[in-house]
């Protein structure tokens, strides 16, 4: 299994540009989470989905992010704009099951720097 | 308070040394415990799960106390590898399934 895979490993962007990043999760898991990362805050979670319907977006920061799920092996993250303070590391997470006793498994992350 | 606390760090601990980490949660519901570990620019990696009577996987030991809201991880006779992040991960309690991490203890094992 190739794990869970996102695109683009780097993004520099320019403030007010439209940013997309994406993940495939594993084949297989019900639960997609998208994390943010900074050196200030840590590991925030911004929203989860469970067999693509979104659960819980209460950690998305604003009317500028959106995500979606079309279907169970691909999500986008939308910042639309941008501003230099979403610079982070996004990372995008997935696992099976619902007892929460589950293993998260990441992809290598997005480092997105705005400009 | 924040959900998740751990006490940043860095430990910096010559190789072959015992060190431990402590983690406190605030949700007193919460079902399930983990530690990761987060290497420099790299995604996060379980390292083990907590169990209530304690657990053990070679040099390392994962316990959790309910009573103190508090899991700990200890590390024996560090290797340079074991030089990371360990993030203490919390999930569930009130029905919910969100994993929550701490911000992470930076561990650094020198010769």
């Known amino acids: 299994d190739a794990g869970v895979i996102q695109s683009p490993r780097h993004e520099v962007t320019e403030m007010g540009q439209e940013v997309t990043l994406r993940c495939k999760p594993i084949s297989g898991h019900d639960y997609l989470f998208w994390y943010r990362q900074t050196m200030m805050r840590g590991l925030e979670l911004l929203i989860y989905f469970n067999n693509n319907v979104p659960i819980d977006d209460s950690g998305m920061p604003e009317d500028r992010f959106s995500a979606k799920m079309p279907n169970a092996s691909f999500s986008t993250l939308k910042i639309q704009p941008s501003e230099p303070r979403d610079s982070a590391v996004y990372f995008c997470?997935?696992?099976?099951?619902?007892?929460?006793?589950?293993?998260?498994?990441f992809g290598s992350g997005t480092q997105l720097s705005v400009l | 308070r924040k959900e998740v606390e751990q006490d940043p760090g860095p430990f910096n601990v010559p190789e072959g040394a015992t060190v431990a980490f402590n983690c406190t949660y605030s949700n007193s519901a919460s079902q399930s415990f983990f530690w990761y570990r987060q290497d420099c620019r790299k995604e996060p990696k379980l390292l083990m799960s907590?169990?209530?009577s304690g657990n053990e996987d070679g040099r390392f030991t994962a316990q959790l106390n309910r009573a103190s809201q508090y899991i700990s991880l200890l590390i024996r006779d560090s290797k340079l590898s074991d030089s990371a992040t360990y993030l203490c991960?919390?999930?569930?309690?009130?029905?919910?399934?969100?994993?929550?991490f701490g911000r992470g203890t930076s561990l650094i094992v020198h010769p």
């Open positions: 997470a997935s696992t099976a099951g619902t007892g929460g006793n589950e293993k998260l498994f």
């Open positions: 907590v169990y209530s």
């Open positions: 991960v919390v999930n569930g309690g009130g029905g919910s399934y969100i994993p929550t």
